[in-house]
Each structure stands twice: as structure tokens, then as C-alpha cells.
């Protein structure tokens, strides 16, 4: 896939895409199939290098031409496609047509697809790859050959990158090719799909799907979405509007953005987020774990629906055409909305809070506005009328710039209308060309005689021009450009241009031109003119005259005495040995240049087809550039890009990684072994030490995870597993893992580093493997669990278990437990569902019995087996005393046995004709559950002391069975219950234990009992302890003399 190759300091690098052109698309010197319109003076002018000659000026401003690539064979992947009559440039048949399609010539063929197709070509921002689709006229044909259709993914010069069945096989039976209304890209390369009912297919520049398709616009019952009236596809996501005035916008963000963005919107909003799980990265981890910074981040979707029906209908009017203003030109830093309404006026929908602000420009716009597009720097707005004039204003709506009127060309409005750069406004009509319109209401007509098929693709700087066989830019030429290359221009940039000119010629002449501008003191500013005007061409010839001219006037100040900072070098004064000669700025900036050039040319060569200008080379950073190549298959030159500018080593092994993925991905005549040690080879480049050594193993943690995964993806497990060996980074290496299929791999590696986040991801997605590869779930579940319990290490079984806990449905937790043979913990988990008191009786008594049932399944559990049966018996037995007193409060249900014969002994107290039945009924219950004696005649006891049973207590206190528990829980109710005095020292004076009566006595407050109880035990502390408690002298006076007699004696 990735052919280019070739080192960026080869010197055949230095000699692309020439004019005459290179391309080998081109034919020798014919420039007549990019631009049919150029005459022959202007095209020998051309092949001299060009110049004001080939400009045509918008007024004041020069605007060029660029051919990039002719002779253009737009590419289809399919080799079943031999017949190219039927593949007409950008436009194609989809295949099912073209097998049908034999009986028919050339002509008829072409013919047909004019009349009833239609193709569609949307461009990534940037100089990206192109996507073009030929779909059905709507309504001109139901035929089955145009279900579906295919999208085709290319890069500017041609080749195939991707082709996509649309719409998806998953989506055929709902949709055909004649729902889909249009496409675009982001600015991050995801290629927009909407069809008709507002469904969102998006995909990458490989066609992978990024996010499952969703509907923008909400969805009925029966899956089908919206009917829209447009869809707009802009730099941050899609934005649609509906036949029913509804609006929505869908933006496209990754982990790149704020974690907060879509907290900030106060709209209802849906988050779409990619099928598989993300990957958990521990907080440090975005340094330590390889590649984690470096790769491709996750994309996710915010819809937002926007309250515009309401606003329509409240103010009597529809819209008719939607744009969007990107968040990075917005005051909240969120995207706007723009509709034009059918009154001539426009609104502006806050993607933030849904205010809607009518701007009122009735009195300037005099009739509806059907197309709109905004300058690249956000500031105006282009309207197209249906009056046919075309009108720039502020996106304030502050300052109209221009009313245009076309409908002298065309009534009908154009195809499309783009903005080229910031100051002019492109605007085509089929066989009518290309018509460029001004600030100040300047026009320029490109005609494009005998193109049949057009497309613009605006960029930052200039506009992409794609027809059915060439490519080339619609640009303003570049101020310093223009300032240098003018006729007659009198800059020092032109005099050192022509000095270099002559030098290169041999005339004298040169010196004297040099010196001259030396005189004005303007030599570096010259330089730097000349530098920056290589770095804004495209003709390598006119790349290297720019840079001989900056060359030449660097080297000439040089020479040039009388100053202690020359351009060349450091200090020529003074003593230098002790510092560094360090290069002035001059030389750095064309340095710079020169490297700049190099890579603009690699990028432009027709091999990668990446159309990139200077000014969007800046704008999109270097890491951009790389990333793209990537994304654009080409890990080959990335790596060389990376390596030769000396990027961060952590871009610098993404691009090896990627390099060595690709090799793994596509080579095929090779052992495993050997294209493992290929791909190591390529990660280990420039990295100390052998392919096993420690540093290399942590220079490039990571990247062999990733290379690995792509090996696995292309069926090469033996590789992956030779690659996974040398992993050190288990944020890498379990994913990898986990895609290739080594669930249980992948969860002993998250075992070893301890890290839960993983151990469960890995879960997870050894679940999801499981439930697509069973179709019943049940069958599933039991792989799965099998799986877990059988391969996987016990913290991985017991995360999956206490995560189980935590759902509603105990089944699933029980389940795994059986099936570990766990039968304690199952019943344990069974039983401990039934406790729900939201539960109705009959489902507590079935989980009730399935844990007495699991409780069976094991020889260690006979007692929590009885126990559970017990306890159904108990629910039982309470159900038919509450049956029985038609009371709620009698045995309650759940309640243990303790608190069942409490409650009857508490319902006696209260209804004393069932008293005799309530009190037999606890002794029964006291028998049948085997409720000990003790703790009976406790529990009776404290119940009628609670319940202030004073004369049941005295009939259990005189009953002929001995008390098992004696008298002092008695006595001690007693005092509790501040009964009479006689009462509670009846129920003392029959415990037994002298010491014991005594406390009694003392507990009671009876003074005298307790100083009569300690002579009769002669024990003088305790008479002391009572004359320190009674605050009575007579007491004390007692307990005074029983001491003194104690003591005597």
C-alpha cells in the first residue's frame, strides 16, 4: 500500500512534479487537460518558470492557476472492472449496473449515466483525499442495480484508498442508494454520510466505520428517522434541517477535546460513542504506556437538537437553507447555527443554550437566501438569493460587502458555491465554468471548455478544483509571490532575483546588482522574501531559482565587511573560543524553508497525492501531516518525515510502528519469523541496543503492542504472539491481547500489574466475544462463565462476581457460582436475595426454596440447608398466625422465632379472650422450632415485663417446673417495672446466691434488706458500700454499728 519508499534527502526527491509535469497521468508537456483555456504564450511562459504573465487579477488582487495533477485515472479497488467506458471519470456505475450493463456500447452507456445518475465528491479539508459516489437521479429510477452504490475514497492524483458498500449490508433491507442526500468530511478525516431520514454513517480513510450508525433527528418506533429538507457537513460534524422545520447539530469531538465540552450545553444532547469500549488508561499513564499519546484518539458524537420548529411557527414563516459557523470563530467557543428564512431574513441558533436571535436583515436581503457559506476566517458570510444575486455580508450582519447579480449568466442557482481563501467567493454552473467574484464586485471567469463534471473544495488559502481528469488549485498568489514576480518590480526581493539570474549566467553585471541593494541596506529582507516565496511554489524549477536568489544574497552579505553578525554564521569579532557559533536567523529561516520544500514535495508527489499549499502545512502542524500519512496509508514517508525533521520520539515510533504494521499487514511471502524480525527491525531503528535488550524493550513500549494488533487483525497470530513477547506496556499490550483473542493472556497481564481497570475491561470484552459468538444468550453466558472460571486468574473471578453483586438480577452471580461448584456461596447469595422486603411472599418463598435446593447440591452445606428449611417452615407457621388473629402484628412476616413469640405474647396483653390460645400458641411454636428452655422462660420474661403482664409473670414465677433460669431475671423486671416493695423482694428472697440478693437489694434501693443481707455474709465492705449509697443517717447509723460489731468480732 505504502510505496513511498524513498528518503527525503535522496536526491531524486529534490526533482518532482516539474513543468512540464512529471505525473505520469500527464502526457509530455501538455497542460491543455488541466487548463484548456491557457494560450500558448502563456503556457511557453510557463515552462520558463511563470509569472505575472499567467495571473489574471480580481482587481487588484493576482490570482494563478496551479495545475497539480493531469491525465487524472480516478481508481476503483474492484479488478472484476475491465471495461473503463463504463467508469467515466469521477462518475461510476455501481457494479451491480455494470454486470448488467454488457449488452450496452459506450455511448449508450454514457449517455444513461448523464441522465440518471448523479455523482457527488466532497474533499477533506487540508489538500486531503477525495470521496466521490454516483447515485440515482431521485425518482428517476427504482431499479434493483441501484441499491446500493459504492463510495470511493482517493487521493488527488487517483489512487484508491478505500471503497465503501452504501449503504451498509447491515441497512440494505431499509435503505437504497437514492436515500443517501450527501457527504463531507471533518477536518479529522471522518467522511459524513447522511441520508435522507437524517441516519449517520461515518466512516475513516481506510472506510471503517468510526461510530454505528445513528439518526441525527429522533426515530420512530419502526427505525426510520426524519425526512430532512437539507444536511450541511462542515469542519466539526453535520448539521441537518427537516421537512418539519426541526433543527439539529451532531458534533464530532475526540480525546483531544475538553472532557467538559458537553457538560457546557444545556440542550437535550446524546452522546454516540464508538461499538468496542474504550480502553482505561491509568492516570500517568498517557507517558508511560507507549503510545498511548501518540495514537489515533477515540471519536464520539455529541447530538444536540435544537428548538426551531416552535421558533418557525410562532413567527409565521419556514426555513430554506442552513449553514454553520465553527465553534473556533464563536464567541462560547461552541458552533452556531445559521437558517435563512422565507421572509428574507436570518436566524442564529446558540448550539448552548437554544436561544434563537432573529438578525433582521430584511431591509438589505430582497428575497430568500437558498445557499450560504462562510470565509474561512469566520468573518463573512456568503448568501446566494433566489433572485440570483449574490451577497457578502459580516457574519454581525452589521456590513453587507457586495451585491453581485448573475442571473444574466444563469436564473438557475449554481451547483455550488464555495469561498476561495479569504477574499474571493467561487461560484459554479454546469457548462457555464467557474465564476470568481471580489471584494468590491471584481469577476473572473474560468470557463473550463469541455469539462463535463466540476467540483470545489474550498481550503484555508485557496480552492480545490476537481474535474473528471485533473486536479489543480484557484489560488491568489501569495504577497511576497506577487511582490517578486511582478513585471517591473522594483522590490529588492526582484533585484536580488535578477542579480542571482545573472550570476547564474556568468554576466559581471551581478555584483554590481548585489552591491547595489546592499547600498539600501534591504539584503536580508530580500533573502527572507525570496525564502518565503520558494516555500508558496509548486514548480520545483522556480522552488530552486527562489532559493539560489536567497542563496546568492546570503553568501554575498557574507563577504561583505563591517559588521560583527554576519547572515552565514556567528561573531567574526572578539574572542570566540569559548562560545558557540551559532547560525543567525536568516540562515535558520532558510534551513527551514528548504526542509519545508522537501517534504511539500514528497507529499505532492502523485504517489501520495496529499495537495498541501505553505500556508496549510502551518496550519495543520507537522503532527498533523504525519498523522494523515498515516491515516492515507503511508507509514513509509511518515517514518522518513518523523526521522529527517526530528520530531518527538514519541511520533517518531508511531510512525515506525506503523511502518512495521503495514509490513506485517501485507507481506505474505515471508515465514512468521522472519516478518516478526522485519517489524522489529523497522521499530528498533535508532534505537541503542538489539532487539531484546532492556532500553530498546522501554524506548519503544507500546509500539510493539500496536504492530501485533495489526498482525492479529490480518491474520497472522504467530506474529503477534512473537511481538507480544517483547511488550513491556500493559496499557498497550492488553488491548492487543484482548483483540487478537488471548482473553486469557490478557487478564493474567492485568493480574500481574495489579491493575482492576483492566482486569475488568478485559472482562468485558471477553463477554462481548462471547455473545457474538453464541446465538443464544444462555449459551453464551455459560462460555463465558466458563471461560472465567476455568482460564482466568481468581482476581479475575472474583471482580466478575463482585461486580455481578451489584446488579439486580441474582441469577446471573448464582450462575456463576454453580458453575464453580461454589454451591455455599450460591445458596448464600440466593438467600440473601429473598431478604428484599419488596418482595411479595410467594417470590420469597420460591428463592427460598432454589437456595435450600442449591444448598443440597453440596455435601458441606447440609446445615445451611437446614437452616433455610427451618426458616421456610417459620414463614410458613407465621402466615397462619396472622391467618389465624386476622392481625398484622402477630408474626410478622421475615421475623425471627424470638421476635414471632414476642409478638404473640405482646397481642395477649392486648386481647385477653385469645390470651389462652396466644399463650399455647408460643409454647407450641417453642417446641416446634426447639427453642431452649432457657431461652424461653428468658423470652417470656421480658415479654411480660414489656407488656406489663405482672400477674403472668407472678403465675410463671409459681409454677411447679423449676425456673432453669432461676429468680433474678424476675426480680430484675421487677425493679425495672418499679413494682411494690413486698412484690420484689418475693421475687429476691428466692435467689438462691446470697451475693446475688444482695445486689438485688441494693439495685432495689431496699437499704435495709441489703445491710441484713452483708451481716448475715459478714462482709464489712459491702455494709460499708451500703452506708456510702443511702443518703438515710438511720442507715447509716445501722451500718455504722453493724461495722463496729463486724470488727469486734
Excluded at 219 to 243: H, I, N, P, R, W
Excluded at 692 to 716: E, F, H, P, Q, T
Aim: negative net charge; proline residues 5%; charged residues 25%.
Amino acid at each position: 500500500e505504502d510505496s513511498s519508499d524513498s528518503d527525503l534527502t535522496s536526491p531524486r526527491s529534490e526533482n518532482r512534479l516539474p513543468l512540464p509535469s512529471t505525473n505520469p497521468f500527464d502526457s509530455q508537456n501538455d497542460l491543455t487537460a488541466v487548463a484548456p483555456d491557457i494560450s500558448v504564450e502563456e503556457e511557453e511562459f510557463l515552462e520558463e518558470g511563470g509569472g505575472e504573465a499567467s495571473w489574471q487579477f480580481l482587481g487588484d488582487l493576482p490570482y494563478r492557476r496551479v495545475p497539480i495533477y493531469s491525465n487524472v485515472r480516478w481508481q476503483r479497488r474492484s479488478k472484476e472492472e475491465s471495461d473503463d467506458s463504463l467508469n467515466d471519470g469521477l462518475a461510476a456505475f455501481p457494479s451491480s449496473y455494470i454486470r448488467r450493463s454488457d449488452f450496452m456500447d459506450s455511448i449508450n452507456a454514457r449517455e444513461m449515466l448523464a441522465n440518471t445518475t448523479v455523482t457527488k465528491v466532497a474533499g477533506c479539508p487540508h489538500g486531503g483525499p477525495i470521496a466521490a459516489m454516483t447515485l440515482p437521479i431521485l425518482g428517476a429510477s427504482s431499479d434493483a442495480a441501484f441499491a446500493t452504490t459504492e463510495i470511493r475514497i482517493m487521493t488527488n492524483s487517483g489512487h484508491s484508498l478505500a471503497n465503501i458498500e452504501c449503504p451498509p449490508r447491515g441497512l440494505s433491507h431499509i435503505y437504497t442508494a437514492a436515500d443517501i442526500m450527501t457527504m463531507g468530511f471533518t477536518d479529522r478525516t471522518v467522511l459524513i454520510v447522511v441520508l435522507r431520514d437524517s441516519l449517520c454513517l461515518t466512516y475513516d480513510l481506510s472506510g471503517n466505520q468510526v461510530l454505528p450508525p445513528f439518526h441525527i433527528l429522533p426515530s420512530s418506533e419502526s427505525g426510520k428517522g426524519t425526512d430532512l429538507l437539507q444536511a450541511c457537513v462542515y469542519e466539526g460534524g453535520v448539521a441537518v434541517l427537516s421537512m418539519g422545520m426541526q433543527a439539529a447539530i451532531a458534533e464530532f469531538l475526540d480525546d483531544h477535546d475538553a472532557s467538559s465540552y458537553g457538560d457546557e450545553i444545556h440542550l437535550p444532547t446524546r452522546k454516540i460513542s464508538p461499538s468496542s469500549s474504550p480502553v482505561p488508561v491509568n492516570e500517568g499513564e498517557g507517558t508511560r504506556g507507549g503510545l498511548q499519546a501518540g495514537a489515533v484518539p477515540q471519536t464520539f458524537a455529541i447530538v444536540s437538537s435544537l428548538p426551531t420548529m416552535a421558533f418557525a411557527s410562532s413567527n409565521f414563516f419556514s426555513y430554506v437553507s442552513i449553514a454553520i459557523l465553527p465553534r473556533f470563530h464563536t464567541t462560547s467557543r461552541h458552533p452556531e447555527v445559521f437558517l435563512s428564512t422565507s421572509d428574507n431574513s436570518v436566524v442564529v441558533v446558540n448550539t448552548v443554550t437554544g436561544d434563537i436571535t432573529d438578525v433582521d436583515c430584511r431591509a438589505r436581503i430582497s428575497s430568500p437566501i437558498v445557499a450560504m457559506t462562510f470565509a474561512p476566517n469566520g468573518r463573512f458570510l456568503a448568501c446566494f438569493k433566489q433572485s440570483s444575486i449574490l451577497t457578502v455580508i459580516s457574519t454581525s450582519f452589521e456590513t453587507k460587502v457586495l451585491d453581485f447579480d448573475t442571473s444574466e449568466g444563469s436564473s438557475s442557482p449554481p451547483l455550488d458555491m464555495k469561498w476561495c481563501g479569504e477574499d474571493s467567493v467561487v461560484l459554479h454552473w454546469k457548462n457555464l465554468g467557474v465564476l470568481m467574484v471580489g471584494p468590491y464586485g471584481d469577476w473572473l471567469r474560468f470557463p473550463y471548455v469541455n469539462v463535463e463534471n466540476l467540483y470545489i473544495i474550498p481550503e484555508i488559502d485557496c480552492c480545490r478544483v476537481i474535474t473528471d481528469s485533473a486536479v489543480e488549485l484557484l489560488q491568489r498568489v501569495p504577497p511576497a509571490t506577487a511582490m517578486l514576480l511582478r513585471i517591473g518590480s522594483i522590490e529588492p526581493s526582484a533585484m536580488l532575483l535578477e542579480a542571482s539570474d545573472s550570476f547564474e549566467a556568468g554576466s559581471p553585471a551581478s555584483d554590481e546588482d548585489a552591491r547595489a541593494i546592499t547600498k539600501t541596506g534591504m539584503l536580508l529582507e530580500a533573502v527572507d522574501t525570496c525564502t518565503d516565496a520558494a516555500t508558496r511554489e509548486f514548480e520545483i524549477e522556480m522552488q530552486k531559482r527562489l532559493l539560489k536568489a536567497a542563496s546568492f544574497g546570503m553568501h554575498f552579505a557574507y563577504k561583505e565587511s563591517g559588521a560583527e553578525e554576519k547572515v552565514m554564521g556567528g561573531r567574526t569579532s572578539g574572542d570566540v573560543s569559548d562560545e558557540l557559533t551559532m547560525p543567525s536567523q536568516t540562515a535558520i529561516k532558510f534551513v527551514a524553508a528548504a526542509r519545508k520544500l522537501r517534504i511539500l514535495n514528497a507529499l505532492r508527489n502523485p504517489t501520495v497525492g496529499f495537495v498541501l499549499t505553505a500556508t496549510q502545512f502551518e496550519h495543520i502542524t507537522i503532527t498533523g501531516v504525519i498523522a494523515r500519512l498515516i491515516a492515507m496509508k503511508r507509514p513509509a514517508l511518515a517514518t522518513s518525515i518523523s526521522k529527517y525533521l526530528g520530531l518527538p520520539k514519541s511520533i517518531q515510533l508511531f510512525a515506525r510502528a506503523s511502518k512495521a504494521a503495514a509490513l506485517v499487514t501485507y507481506d505474505s511471502g515471508q515465514t512468521d519469523a522472519e516478518i516478526a524480525e522485519a517489524a522489529i527491525r523497522i521499530i528498533n531503528e535508532n534505537v541503542d541496543g538489539g532487539p531484546g535488550d532492556k532500553r530498546s524493550i522501554a524506548a519503544n513500549s507500546g509500539a510493539y503492542a500496536m504492530v501485533a494488533l495489526a498482525a492479529s487483525r490480518a491474520g497472522r497470530p504467530g506474529v503477534s504472539n512473537l511481538l507480544l513477547m517483547l511488550e513491556s506496556s500493559v496499557t498497550d499490550k492488553v488491548p492487543a491481547l484482548i483483540s487478537a483473542g488471548s482473553f486469557a493472556d490478557a487478564m493474567a497481564v492485568a493480574t500481574s500489574a495489579r491493575d482492576t481497570d483492566f482486569i475488568f475491561y478485559t472482562l468485558m470484552e471477553c463477554e462481548k466475544a462471547c455473545m457474538s459468538a453464541a446465538k443464544d444468550p444462555s449459551a453464551a453466558q455459560s462460555s463465558f462463565f466458563g471461560t472465567v472460571i476455568s482460564k482466568f486468574t481468581p482476581e479475575g473471578f472474583n471482580t466478575l462476581r463482585t461486580y455481578l453483586e451489584t446488579t439486580p438480577d441474582v441469577k446471573n452471580v448464582v450462575n456463576l457460582l454453580l458453575r464453580a461448584t461454589r454451591f455455599v456461596d450460591a445458596g448464600l447469595a440466593m438467600a440473601g436475595s429473598s431478604m428484599d422486603n419488596k418482595l411479595d411472599p410467594q417470590d420469597k418463598q420460591s428463592k427460598l426454596m432454589e437456595a435450600s435446593r442449591v444448598f443440597g447440591l453440596g455435601k458441606d452445606a447440609a446445615f445451611h440447608k437446614a437452616c433455610t428449611d427451618e426458616y421456610i417452615d417459620l414463614l410458613g407457621a407465621q402466615e397462619i398466625l396472622r391467618n389465624k388473629y386476622g392481625a398484622e402484628d402477630v408474626a410478622v412476616e421475615g421475623s425471627s422465632v424470638t421476635e414471632t413469640i414476642v409478638s404473640l405474647i405482646r397481642h395477649a396483653a392486648v386481647n385477653k379472650r385469645e390470651a389462652h390460645r396466644l399463650l399455647a400458641d408460643v409454647d407450641k411454636l417453642g417446641k416446634k422450632f426447639r427453642v431452649p428452655e432457657k431461652r424461653m422462660w428468658h423470652i417470656k420474661v421480658k415479654a411480660f415485663a414489656e407488656n406489663g403482664e405482672w400477674e403472668n409473670l407472678r403465675s410463671l414465677g409459681d409454677s411447679k417446673a423449676k425456673s432453669p433460669i432461676g429468680f433474678k431475671p424476675f426480680a430484675r423486671v421487677a425493679i425495672k417495672g418499679k413494682l411494690g416493695v413486698a412484690e420484689v423482694t418475693r421475687y429476691i428472697e428466692k435467689v438462691t446466691i446470697p451475693e446475688e440478693r444482695y445486689d438485688l437489694f441494693c439495685e432495689a434501693e431496699l437499704w435495709k434488706n441489703a445491710v441484713t443481707e452483708a451481716t448475715k455474709m459478714r462482709d464489712p465492705q459491702r455494709v460499708a458500700n451500703v452506708r456510702a449509697l443511702c443518703d438515710s443517717e438511720e442507715i447509716q447509723e445501722q451500718c455504722n454499728k453493724t461495722l463496729s460489731r463486724l470488727g469486734a468480732a
